[in-house]
Nanobody, 123 residues
Framework: VQLVESGGGLVQPGGSLRLSCAAPGFILSYYAIGWFRQAPGKEREGISCIDHRDEITSYTDSVKGRITISRDNAKNTVYLQMNSLKPEDTAVYYC?????????????????WGQGTQVTVSS
């Protein structure tokens, strides 16, 4: 199972990015997809997850009100829209998958991971 993230880059504080998580070769609609991030020198942090019924689980309050997770099953892709970006949002962002439901236990409960996409928020 392969997950491919894209959409990262350099953005100024206050800007927006939309990250994509594509899943060539398997049916993403059966899976819960979580977004995680890891900044240099910090532990991996869960952001949000969308399950196979489109129910959403939030893993952190640090991005509350600034992110939207969504999926487009026709495109076999899950998105993470991030607005009002801050320098502290700088990290490598990963998507991960597990069957059906989001995990209550975080990253270790996900079975498949993408390679990550770098997001840098800086002026």
């Amino acid at each position: 199972v392969q997950l491919v993230e894209s959409g990262g880059g350099l953005v100024q504080p206050g800007g927006s990015l939309r990250l994509s998580c594509a899943a060539p070769g398997f049916i993403l609609s059966y899976y819960a997809i979580g977004w995680f991030r890891q900044a240099p020198g910090k532990e991996r942090e869960g952001i949000s997850c969308i399950d196979h019924r489109d129910e959403i689980t939030s893993y952190t309050d640090s991005v509350k009100g600034r992110i939207t997770i969504s999926r487009d099953n026709a495109k076999n892709t899950v998105y993470l829209q991030m607005n009002s970006l801050k320098p502290e949002d700088t990290a490598v962002y990963y998507c991960a998958a597990r069957l059906y439901y989001c995990s209550r236990y975080g990253a270790d409960d996900y079975d498949y991971w993408g390679q990550g996409t770098q997001v840098t928020v800086s002026s």
